[in-house]
């Protein structure tokens, strides 16, 4: 599975982001003085492949699934949110909805493992592997064919848009437990002990939140997942969104399109794919640090610098539809912005 999956992803291009830099030395301001958004730009260049990228048209993607560890009553909400919050998306009344209009991205729609059966809808992308996981707290989350299967959904969303012309991805997800999943495979990934990985998802109280830390022990006592095969902690350790998440990241980076993760969800997803693919790193820009502890771990572990300090933790993909309006602006600044010669600005004098 994995010499399959990783066929085809090929490092960023440094030399591009060589030449962006120098365009960028060459605008009318001082070196250095528009900060991340310069780093923004050439990562996006380096990532495409060429000096001369644009960006126009920009996807969030929505993966949505349940989870069986939701009867141990880790989550403040119950597991028919998934179902009722999907439909929300499909009517445009979600945060993510809302902010995708802002910065003018297409809401894309996955249920990958919901336990509700949807009615054929315009705009929801019916790919259910199986109507959600099993309990992690006694046994694995999924099979191995469920977990590629999924994945093989993300990989198919992904580079569908890829062909179609989307630029960039940013991505999102919804499935109420999916925190506990998120946390026990940040847990394994990073090293760190459960209690310093979980959060309080939802909103749980002190009671609630040390029982979640409970089942997450309790999982990891049961599954043994080994780190060092990021397949196993994954169908160990659930999700099918999570592992949807994980698939369109591959597809993309093979089809050289940027990928913007949103917060702890994907951040966990990202550590599976990049144990994978190591060189999937470089398709990967974080939009933000949830407020969700493991996710810093999470991003310190992937070596990506989030974006944002929105105390964020939403999910739905809306910290990456924030950041593709920043990745916008960085574009632009490289393709619209006049150099010195052309704006007959003197330069400054050499020292």
Known sequence: MTARITTGVVA??????DVLQGR????????????RLEELARWYGAARGTTTSVLRRKAVIVFAGDHGVTVEGVSAYPSEVTAQMVYNFLRGGAGINVLARHVGAEVVVVDVGIAHAFPEME??????????TANLAVGPAMTREDTEAAMAVGMAVAEELAASGVDVIGLGEMGIGNTTSSSAITAVMTGA???AVTGRGTGLDDAAWAHKVSVIERALAVNQPDPNDPLEVLTALG???????????????????????????????ALIAVGLEPLLRGYLLASHRSVEPGHGLALDRLGLAP????DLRLGEGTGAALAIGLLE??????NEMATFGEA?????APS
């Open 12 to 17: 960023p291009d440094p030399s591009v982001a």
């Open 24 to 35: 960028l030395d060459r605008l009318t301001k001082p070196r250095g003085s528009l900060g």
């Open 123 to 132: 705009g929801l992308r019916r790919c259910k592997v199986r109507p959600g």
């Open 193 to 195: 002990v459960p209690r």
């Open 239 to 269: 999700g099918l969104e999570i592992a949807a998440l994980v698939g369109a990241m591959l597809g993309a980076a093979r089809r050289r399109v940027p990928v913007v993760l949103d917060g702890f969800i994907s951040g966990a997803a």
């Open 307 to 310: 974006l944002l300090e929105f």
């Open 329 to 334: 602006a960085a574009v632009k600044i490289v």
């Open 344 to 348: 007959g600005v003197s330069e400054r």
